[in-house]
């Protein structure tokens, strides 16, 4: 039998209530690891620890909001007073609401640079802390966004957020190389997740069946699914990804570039 990639592994998941996030928790779970995991919706955030720890996982959820800096920093310590230490990193928690480019106020720009990037930038900054003053090897992963690239003009504060989360991956992992300290993101694309079917119907119009014509619109016939981007963010996460670091990988189906 193979040895599970994150066997005993101390694994941080900001935003793991939901979406990618909770299917990082499951997944780190699955491969292992003793999971903390954050969010700002506590009955949700601790029934999904009930449901892991009653199937003999190690989980805690802990009550944080990454947009304030303090609280990003506090669930990392939070991690290291549950498990003594942290191994691992995966930023997930993000914001997704629309503005283009003459329609974004200042506070939805704030909203997404203090979500999207401030809260990663923090969240980073105490976990690498704490790997550096132990002088261990760690892993972390940012969930970025295919849209840094460019997107679509009605996001134009989470491009904004996203590109500079890109940016801060490559400089982070540049900077802590020689501390073997491995950082890399993840370009996800148009993924299938609940919160995704609010923001279609919030913002789109979409209908019940919104996720039967996206999967008709895109390539490979389905959108992205939290699952199978779970498993890559796990691979990322162990060792066995090898010497990877300061990559940001497109995880989707829109090639960038490509035109008929």
Same mark, same amino acid.
């Not at 699955?30 to 996982?57: I, P, T």
């Not at 990454?66 to 990003?72: E, L, R, T």
């Not at 490979?220 to 300061?246: C, H, N, P, W, Y």
């Given at each position: 039998?193979?040895?599970?990639?994150?066997?005993?592994?101390? $694994?941080?998941?900001?935003?793991?209530?939901?979406?990618?996030?909770?299917?990082? +928790?499951?997944?780190?779970?699955?491969?292992?690891?003793?999971?903390?995991?954050?969010?700002?919706?506590?009955?949700?955030?601790?029934?999904?620890?009930?449901?892991?720890?009653?199937?003999?996982?190690?989980?805690?959820?802990?009550?944080?909001?990454?947009?304030?800096?303090?609280?990003?920093?506090?669930?990392?310590?939070?991690?290291?007073?549950?498990?003594? #230490?942290?191994?691992?990193?995966?930023?997930?928690?993000?914001?997704?609401?629309?503005?283009?480019?003459?329609?974004?106020?200042?506070?939805?720009?704030?909203?997404?640079?203090?979500?999207?990037?401030?809260?990663?930038?923090?969240?980073?900054?105490? *976990? +690498?802390?704490?790997? &550096?003053?132990?002088?261990?090897?760690?892993?972390? $992963?940012?969930?970025?966004?295919?849209?840094?690239?460019?997107?679509?003009?009605?996001?134009?504060?989470?491009?904004?957020?996203?590109?500079?989360?890109?940016?801060?991956? #490559?400089?982070?992992?540049?900077?802590?190389?020689?501390?073997?300290?491995?950082?890399?993101?993840?370009?996800?694309?148009?993924?299938?997740?609940?919160?995704? &079917?609010?923001?279609?119907?919030?913002?789109?119009?979409?209908?019940?069946?919104?996720? *039967?014509?996206?999967?008709?619109?895109?390539?490979?016939?389905?959108?992205?699914? +939290?699952?199978?981007?779970?498993?890559?963010?796990?691979?990322?996460?162990?060792?066995?990804?090898?010497?990877?670091?300061?990559? +940001?990988?497109?995880?989707?189906?829109?090639?960038?570039?490509?035109?008929?």
């Amino acid at each position: 039998m193979n040895t599970p990639l994150l066997q005993n592994a101390v $694994v941080l998941v900001s935003g793991g209530t939901q979406g990618v996030g909770a299917a990082v +928790v499951r997944a780190a779970v699955r491969e292992g690891a003793q999971v903390a995991f954050s969010g700002r919706r506590h009955d949700v955030g601790s029934a999904l620890a009930n449901e892991l720890n009653a199937a003999g996982h190690t989980t805690v959820f802990l009550d944080a909001d990454v947009s304030d800096p303090d609280s990003a920093r506090r669930s990392v310590e939070r991690t290291v007073e549950s498990f003594g #230490r942290i191994d691992a990193l995966c930023n997930a928690a993000g914001l997704t609401t629309r503005g283009t480019l003459l329609d974004t106020t200042p506070e939805l720009f704030d909203q997404h640079i203090a979500v999207n990037l401030r809260g990663p930038f923090f969240t980073m900054a105490a *976990a +690498v802390r704490d790997m &550096t003053e132990r002088g261990a090897v760690g892993t972390i $992963v940012n969930i970025v966004s295919i849209a840094e690239r460019g997107g679509q003009s009605f996001l134009a504060p989470y491009v904004a957020a996203k590109a500079g989360l890109a940016g801060l991956t #490559r400089n982070a992992a540049y900077a802590h190389r020689w501390d073997r300290i491995r950082i890399n993101g993840l370009n996800i694309g148009w993924t299938e997740t609940e919160g995704e &079917t609010l923001t279609q119907k919030r913002f789109h119009g979409a209908d019940d069946d919104w996720v *039967a014509d996206a999967n008709d619109s895109v390539p490979m016939g389905k959108l992205g699914q +939290v699952d199978e981007i779970a498993d890559f963010v796990v691979f990322l996460l162990s060792s066995r990804s090898g010497v990877v670091t300061g990559s +940001v990988i497109d995880w989707d189906q829109t090639v960038i570039g490509g035109q008929d």
